[in-house]
């Protein structure tokens, strides 16, 4: 008995030391699985498309209605994983998140498949933050945390990397429906790792239905009215209906805001400039790469006539640069402080668009590829930075929260730029490399704008 009980003990430390990196691994599995949804998805619309006679509206809307709800719900996802506990948020999130996807792989109809994504978006939203809180929980030692974050990180680049090409093979040799599907055993893996990990505490925290509201309605409303203004017209009654609920809806989102005790997006925070031009950048820089992927794929596969395979293909350099970027990033601000890389990063990411407007139909493959090479890199060198310098300039218990809004209005900026760059491009050849090109024109004009308010933020080293 007395032989048994230390090698008892020993195995309970084992085990107990073994807590912490199923819960890192369970958290990598959930994050990679939502970046690689994300960008496998742009690369399948037009085959989505062809099944189901879907418009470039209703391509739109599958990204969009996922995008929407993501950026609108992470304004209570932190709050609502602090009341339930970080490990049943997140168990929720994967378990609606994997389901979600079944029903996407089984759509019977772009409706169908619409509601699905929709139901994915407010799955991710949930994860997200929750994923971030357990890695928090299960490493309490400052240095063990900065290397799990680290690796957390990776899980999301790796998947960004990985997201246009497995798209791409998987719609070229299956069908559209398997990146959805594959999904699943993904999920339940992540589900069956989680099962393991300890139970999360559960933690007071206010939540702000009605604010949370009026932000789904105005954004739902504006994003509708883009879209249907495109194709129709902004003259049309539903159009200028839809545009006066998002005024109406944002007028009364800033009174609640104003007056509730516990806002989703306490408007003082608003009264520091580096959150400010911080959250406008954010914005700008997911609107630009994500209204790129979203008229590049189109162009790539219904213009140049290339396989989804070969267009999830195009993307691949740009996606490899990513993660590369993201530590001279940390080096940069390191030496220099993080406005420079902030700074830097845009002006080679608007550069780097500018250029794009020479591509058409006769631009070489293999140039274009070459070409985005520069978005990735200038995308991957300032976002770290620019998440840094927000938090750093805030209280730390305010820092979920900060992270939580620069993050939902990076994914406002992103669907509204599908919507907006979606609206530009057209059926006929020519017509579409003309609105590609105003879609790149603007999304280069904005990045040189933020470039001259990232000037305004704070010189000193992070």
Known sequence: MTTLEPARASQDARQRRAAPKLILATTFMGIFLLNLNTMATNVALPGI???????????????????????????????????IGASRAFGAGVAVFTVASAACGLAPGLGELIAARLIQGGAAAIMLPSSLALVRQAFPVAAERARAIALWTVGGAVAVAAGPVAGGVLSSTLSWRAIFVVNLPVGIATLAVLTRAERSPRRAAPLDPYGQLTAIVALAA????????????????????CLGLAAVATAAFIMIEARTAAPLV?????????????????????????????????FFQDVLDLSAMTAGLMFLPMMAVIAGANLASATAAARFGPRMPIAMGQTIFALAMFGLLWIDEGTSRPVIAAMLIPVGFGLGFF???????????????????????????????????????????????????????????????????????ALMLPRGRS
């Open 222 to 241: 504006l994003t509708f009215a883009v879209i249907v203004g495109g194709v129709n017209g902004f003259g049309e009654p539903v159009v200028l209906g």
């Open 266 to 298: 306490p408007l003082d925070l608003f009264r520091s400039r580096t959150v400010t031009v911080s959250v406008a950048i954010g914005f700008v820089v997911n609107a630009a790469f994500y209204g790129l992927v979203f008229v590049l794929s189109l």
């Open 49 to 83: 498309g062809r099944t189901f006679g879907g418009s470039t509206a209703g391509l739109q809307w599958i990204v969009d209605a996922y995008t929407l709800m993501f950026a609108a719900l992470l304004l209570s996802a932190g709050a609502l994983s602090d009341r």
């Open 383 to 453: 976002v770290p930075s620019l998440t840094a310098i927000l938090l750093n300039d805030i209280a730390a218990d305010r820092a979920g929260m900060a992270a939580g809004i620069l993050n939902s209005f990076r994914q406002t900026g992103g669907a509204l730029a599908v919507a907006v760059f979606g609206a530009l491009v057209a059926e006929d050849r020519g017509e579409f490399i003309v609105g590609l090109r105003v879609a790149v024109c603007i999304a280069a004009v904005m990045l040189i704008a933020t470039t001259a308010l």
